[in-house]
């Protein structure tokens, strides 16, 4: 009687075992920190401090022009003509979801300065601090 116990035991073990192998993983959660919003107040603190309180000469003649508190969900941040901040933006850095996605456009992302900017904002995007 006891042979047979242990030998149902082992099929319910075996059958366990077999199961637990078939269970999907889970998919690490999303951090907060990846999403759009926190995202780009990221990048706005650091484009603010690389390229236009550092006096950098791609971006002396314009200022920065945040819009992070977004109704559609796409926070942004705008670059707009130092002494005409009510014209149309030059460059729109904007993301979208969770994890983010970015997305930037604009006259400056067609100039000299475009893979930096491209560069320095996916590296933000990502955590880096430097310029």
Request: glycine share 8%; aromatic share 6%.
């Amino acid at each position: 009687m006891r042979l047979r116990t242990y030998a149902a035991s082992g099929i319910l073990l075996a059958t366990l075992a077999l199961l637990a192998g078939c269970q999907s993983e889970k998919k690490p959660a999303v951090s907060p920190q990846r999403a759009a919003l926190p995202t780009m107040e990221r990048v706005a603190v650091a484009a603010n401090t690389c390229w236009f309180k550092s006096n950098d000469p791609a971006f002396r003649d314009y200022r920065l022009a945040p819009e992070l508190n977004s109704f559609s969900g796409r926070p942004r941040i705008l670059a707009v003509p130092r002494h005409s901040p009510e014209s149309r933006p030059l460059l729109v850095v904007q993301a979208e979801g969770s994890p983010a996605r970015l997305d930037a456009f604009g006259p400056l992302m067609d100039g000299p300065a475009g893979g930096r900017i491209k560069s320095d904002v996916l590296r933000w995007a990502a955590g880096g601090t430097g310029c």
